[in-house]
T-cell receptor, first 114, second 113 residues
Framework: GENVEQHPSTLSVQEGDSAVIKCTYSDSASNYFPWYKQELGKGPQLIIDIRSNVGEKKDQRIAVTLNKTAKHFSLHITETQPEDSAVYFCAAKEGNNAGNMLTFGGGTRLMVKP | DSGVTQTPKHLITATGQRVTLRCSPRSGDLSVYWYQQSLDQGLQFLIQYYNGEERAKGNILERFSAQQFPDLHSELNLSSLELGDSALYFC????????????FGDGTRLSIL
């Protein structure tokens, strides 16, 4: 099955700086890669996603890049703000999976210092 | 607010007991998913239903079962509970059964004493 590794496990940045979180996956048939933000006491919230036929996607201060050859994808947050502080999860969906199950990375705790 | 509703928010029970967690998907979503989140295992997929039928199964224990009803709400049943079953249980939903974004509820925190 799919295996997703995520780095770093914790990331501390100054407000206004950029943050980058990286994930690698093992199944070359994986075709969908969402990113989730989880705040304390809440469920994971989808913030951006990318499909395997696209190399980059941007939504305001958030962007995701995908390198299918190297089997890794990254989340980029620019001009970080204190409200960006949360745990971020990457995930991958296996292309050969009959359903829509996601395999998640271990999470990155992002702390944005004002 | 994702539109996915989970009840109850908290559940405290003892080993050996049985509990039922409930999930109402977003309006218009036909597929529901159950995930378990624990400190040592992270977010793990349990099971997916689409329009009442099981679509995919993860590492779900035999003591756990789920179903999706005609009104599309879903229930996750956990029996013979063990201390290690203490975790957050999330439900997610999506419009279709494949290649669709999943939207999560705020979970049920299960504590086994």
């Amino acid at each position: 099955g799919e295996n997703v590794e995520q780095h770093p496990s914790t990331l501390s940045v100054q407000e206004g700086d950029s943050a980058v979180i990286k994930c690698t996956y093992s199944d070359s048939a994986s075709n969908y890669f969402p990113w989730y933000k989880q705040e304390l006491g809440k469920g994971p919230q989808l913030i951006i996603d990318i499909r395997s036929n696209v190399g980059e996607k941007k939504d305001q201060r958030i962007a995701v890049t995908l390198n299918k050859t190297a089997k890794h994808f990254s989340l980029h947050i620019t001009e970080t703000q204190p409200e960006d502080s949360a745990v971020y999860f990457c995930a991958a969906k296996e292309g050969n999976n009959a359903g829509n199950m996601l395999t998640f990375g271990g999470g990155t705790r992002l702390m944005v210092k004002p | 607010d994702s539109g996915v509703t989970q009840t109850p928010k908290h559940l405290i029970t003892a080993t050996g007991q049985r509990v039922t967690l409930r999930c109402s998907p977003r309006s218009g979503d036909l597929s529901v998913y159950w995930y378990q989140q624990s400190l040592d295992q992270g977010l793990q997929f349990l099971i997916q239903y689409y329009n009442g039928e099981e679509r995919a199964k993860g590492n779900i224990l035999e003591r756990f079962s789920a179903q999706q009803f005609p009104d599309l709400h879903s229930e996750l049943n956990l029996s013979s509970l063990e201390l290690g079953d203490s975790a957050l249980y999330f439900c997610a939903s999506s419009v279709a059964d494949r290649n669709q974004p999943q939207h999560f509820g705020d979970g049920t925190r299960l504590s086994i004493l």
